[in-house]
């Protein structure tokens, strides 16, 4: 991004960013400018790349700009877990800002980037907008609040529910930062990630996607999500976005 004017790159960085909050607060000029300041240029990371290890000490967060993360843990017989995912606008470890380091790693799922932030100046910011901190802290209970659904899912839903309510969650969220449409959207993902989304093998994955399209309801082809029928989707699924708490209140 080094021939991307100074401007540009500014809103690069914080569109997808401001986006989110603004879906659920109004955030002022000062705010955006002030947490701007903070924001290191976006660095690019390629697919399958470990962004952060489990376990080793931090004194930065990430911002996606760009691509898809993962959270996860490696198990000794070569299976992982993703616990959650994450799309441009998410700090993918913002909780690293108290706890200093992560109990999971952080995966770039696609090709990706991230703009970091210094944990003592993002301390010096909130210190300074007290507004901007609670929206900040905001972020880190949906991301729990996202964490307890996918529980939900792996522990109570059966696979073609499970799948179904991971596509309708997606949409969502890719939605509020312009990501995606009514009819679908981008997901550069393969069946073998969406199986660790949802402890499944990519063979029953492909199964699922399988009778999902036969019933009518989405199409999952060449890294595209096409919703043929959003409510048979939701209704499956039994998908309610109120856990994304996308109402705009102030905070």
């Not at 029928?229 to 705009?248: H, I, T």
């Amino acid at each position: 991004m080094s021939d991307i004017e100074p401007s540009a790159r500014s809103a690069v960085i914080t569109a997808t960013l401001m986006m989110k909050l603004r879906q659920r607060d109004d955030i002022s000029v000062e705010e955006e400018a002030a947490l701007l300041s903070i924001m290191q240029p976006p660095r690019p990371y390629p697919a399958r790349k470990v962004v952060i290890e489990e376990g080793v000490p931090l004194d930065r967060s990430a911002l996606l700009t760009d691509g898809i993360l993962g959270r996860f843990k490696d198990m000794r017989d070569g299976q992982q877990q993703i616990s959650e995912l994450h799309v441009p606008g998410d700090f993918a470890d913002l909780h690293s800002f108290t706890l200093k380091r992560l109990d999971h790693g952080i995966l770039a799922l696609t090709d990706c980037r991230i703009s970091w932030v210094q944990h003592d100046l993002l301390r010096e910011v909130i210190e300074a907008f007290p507004h901007l901190g609670r929206m900040l802290w905001f972020s880190t209970n949906l991301d729990a609040s996202i964490h307890r659904a996918w529980t939900v899912s792996l522990g109570r839903r059966d696979a073609m529910a499970r799948l179904a309510h991971l596509l309708c969650e997606l949409h969502v969220r890719l939605e509020i930062v312009g990501l995606a449409d009514p009819g679908g959207y981008a997901l550069p993902l393969t069946q073998n990630d969406l199986a660790n989304c949802l402890g499944l093998t990519a063979v029953h994955v492909n199964r699922v996607l399988r009778d999902l399209r036969e019933r009518g309801l989405v199409t999952f082809r060449g890294g595209h999500v096409t919703v043929s029928d959003p409510v048979g989707l939701r209704d499956l699924a039994e998908f309610s976005p109120d856990y994304l708490f996308l109402e705009k209140r102030a905070r």
